[in-house]
């Protein structure tokens, strides 16, 4: 499949005020919630669902033709997922003509009464766990995150501030639905127009909360990078270089539709073009990379930190779980030329031999990979990632 579907546009979730739940209703949604930590989203679906019983958590390389490359997409940050308490409700099914669900048989995801950072980036997580993630092109593992909370006495220039959270989401949620490149270009920025909370004798003040939200990706499990490396599906031999080579069932056909799309012409200059390099890689493989870049940065620069060699090393190798080879959906392209920060720097240069030798075919990649679902990571010109 070349192109998933795209998700219908959500709307906030209000609070029916005429229809108050029952106390057993009331008594259901705590227990859900509570029941819901830690859960995956199916899991939390199925939970949800008015048969389905209160449930208790249980336990909490070198360069060269064909080479793997360096350097993979380090966009993702090194951050691992927020524990939010996340209840998903029928009533944020995405889909053309969903329904309400009565208060009895749905949890409400609604505001915080109290409003501050890590509140409402419970609530957005909650939010985008049951409206957005794991569908369409949103894996599993990518979230969304707050990346700026704060107070101002007056809204940013060019604002116009909304006076409750549920706009502030609504906004966001557009953003989502409107975004056309990869998740490292996602920001949406409202102001939330609202009281601060009174300090000893002060008196409640106005204030104008400025919300910047991103998204990212988490971490792969270890349970889940099990999971994942049995579910992929090995490509032909003739579409790999120098070794074989396995991506996510979902990015198979489009890939091979975007090799069998190469121009003859480009082929004439080099027959490999467009050959995955590297696609699937467990975490094993991928805290391999990690650590070997990490030592190869630190002994270049005895006087780096770990940790400063480590945010080094990010600029060019994702850390372990949170690259989308880690899912499947990120295939490396055999582009003409060694693989590495070095030629990638040149071929940002036009003026650059490299790049006035093989820069066609990265332009032909540019204009034509994303009506295949392929978008591109522009530090590497040989990434791309399986997104729509």
């Known amino acids: 499949m070349v192109a998933e579907a795209q998700v219908a546009k959500p709307e906030a979730v209000q609070r029916d005020s005429r229809t108050p739940a029952s106390p057993k209703s009331e008594q259901r949604h705590v227990q859900l919630k509570r029941s819901l930590v830690g859960q995956s989203y199916d899991e939390q679906v199925a939970l949800l669902s008015p048969e389905a019983p209160v449930q208790k958590r249980e336990g909490a390389a070198p360069e060269g033709k064909g080479a793997r490359p360096e350097a993979h997409d380090a966009g993702a940050p090194d951050k691992s997922a927020p524990g939010a308490k996340v209840a998903a409700s029928k009533q944020a099914e995405v889909g053309a003509g969903a329904q309400a669900a009565p208060a009895e048989e749905a949890a409400e995801i609604a505001p915080p009464d109290n409003l501050n950072q890590k509140s409402v980036q419970e609530y957005f997580n909650q939010r985008f766990a049951a409206e957005f993630q794991g569908k369409g092109q949103f894996e599993k593992v990518i979230s969304l995150k707050l990346g ?3 107070p101002k006495p007056k809204p940013d220039k060019g604002m116009t501030p909304v006076t409750s959270l549920n706009e502030v989401w609504a906004q966001i949620a557009a953003d989502l639905q409107a975004l056309t490149g990869d998740m490292r270009t996602f920001a949406s920025k409202s102001v939330l127009q609202t009281m601060a909370p009174a300090k000893g004798k002060a008196e409640p003040k106005e204030v104008f909360i ?3 939200t991103e998204l990212y990706r988490r971490p792969v499990t270890k349970a889940e990078d099990k999971g994942l490396a049995k579910s992929m599906v090995a490509l ?3 579409l790999c270089m120098g070794g074989k080579e396995s991506i996510a069932p979902e990015t198979v056909e489009p890939f091979k539709a975007l090799y069998a799309a190469i121009p003859a012409s480009l082929k004439a200059k080099d027959g490999d073009y467009g050959k995955c390099v590297s696609g699937f890689r467990p975490m094993e493989q991928q805290t391999r990379l990690y650590e070997n870049a990490i030592a190869k940065n630190m002994a270049a620069n005895p006087a780096l930190s770990r940790k400063d060699a480590e945010k080094v ?3 060019w190798v994702a850390a372990p779980g949170t690259s989308a080879h880690n899912t499947g959906h990120a295939v490396d392209l055999w582009m003409g030329w060694s693989m590495g920060s070095t030629n990638a720097k040149q071929m ?10 093989h820069g066609e075919f990265w332009e032909w990649l540019k204009v034509n990979a994303p009506s295949f679902g ?3 990571y522009s530090p590497e010109p040989w990434h791309w990632e399986k997104w729509k």
């Open 236 to 238: 032909d031999p003739g």
């Open 313 to 315: 090393t990010r600029q």
């Open 374 to 376: 392929f978008l591109p």
């Open 148 to 150: 700026k909370y704060k």
């Open 210 to 212: 400025t919300i910047h």
């Open 348 to 357: 940002g240069n036009k003026k650059s031999k490299l790049y006035r030798q």
